[in-house]
T-cell receptor, first 110, second 114 residues
Framework: RKEVEQDPGPFNVPEGATVAFNCTYS??????FFWYRQDCRKEPKLLMS???SGNEDGRFTAQLNRASQYISLLIRDSKLSDSATYLC???????????FGQGTELSVKP | DAGVIQSPRHEVTEMGQEVTLRCKPI?????LFWYRQTMMRGLELLIY????????DSGMPEDRFSAKMPNASFSTLKIQPSEPRDSAVYFC????????????FGPGTRLTVL
């Protein structure tokens, strides 16, 4: 089993749609989680941190289910500028090592 | 505030040549990470340092790759000799482990080995 599994997509959605990405992780000891977004040919950028059961920031909501080792990202009222690849990233150890998933590609169309 | 700085941004070299990539982490961060990204393999962690000390280099592909962090504000990743399969984007990231493990990435170095 991969350490982090994500649906690669692509998810093609119209502007204004709500879209959800799922992610499962194998390391039950992971305590912190992050969602990064990566635009084509750019560096990954931190979107959201999740330290408890979830987090919400504007149109973005992350939910964590530790029992199922599952984390999700919900994007409401999607914008054209949300088009990117979204990376699910558990914190692997106290040394700061992160494990990056392969990412889910999102394309928001007019 | 200056983010993570990497140089060069692009490097084109011939097989067999030595390549040195450079990184300046965010001031005050205590950890630095080197990654490589390709279409086939995604984002791979090569090596990381805590307080300038290498902690885990298990991701370094082979002995041709080496990394150093002589002080808290500078790190290098060297490939000698380079091969075409080393062509990738190399990212450096830094974080403040212990307080805020979020990593912040530099813009990357796009390496092409001919």
């Amino acid at each position: 089993r991969k350490e982090v599994e994500q649906d690669p997509g692509p998810f093609n959605v119209p502007e204004g749609a709500t879209v959800a990405f799922n992610c499962t992780y194998s390391n039950s000891a992971s305590q912190s989680f992050f969602w990064y977004r990566q635009d084509c040919r750019k560096e990954p950028k931190l979107l959201m941190s999740v330290y408890s059961s979830g987090n919400e920031d504007g149109r973005f909501t992350a939910q964590l289910n530790r029992a199922s080792q599952y984390i999700s990202l919900l994007i409401r009222d999607s914008k054209l500028s949300d088009s990117a690849t979204y990376l699910c990233v558990p914190l692997y150890n106290q040394g700061g090592k992160l494990i990056f998933g392969q990412g889910t590609e999102l394309s928001v169309k007019p | 505030d200056a983010g993570v700085i990497q140089s060069p941004r692009h490097e084109v070299t011939e097989m067999g040549q030595e390549v040195t990539l450079r990184c300046k982490p965010i001031s005050g961060h205590n950890s630095l990470f080197w990654y490589r990204q390709t279409m086939m393999r995604g984002l791979e962690l090569l090596i990381y340092f805590n307080n300038n000390v290498p902690i885990d280099d298990s991701g370094m592909p082979e002995d041709r790759f080496s990394a150093k962090m002589p002080n808290a504000s500078f790190s290098t990743l060297k490939i000698q000799p380079s091969e075409p399969r080393d062509s990738a984007v190399y990212f450096c990231a830094s974080s403040l482990v212990g307080l805020a493990p979020e990593q912040f990435f530099g813009p990357g170095t796009r390496l092409t080995v001919l």
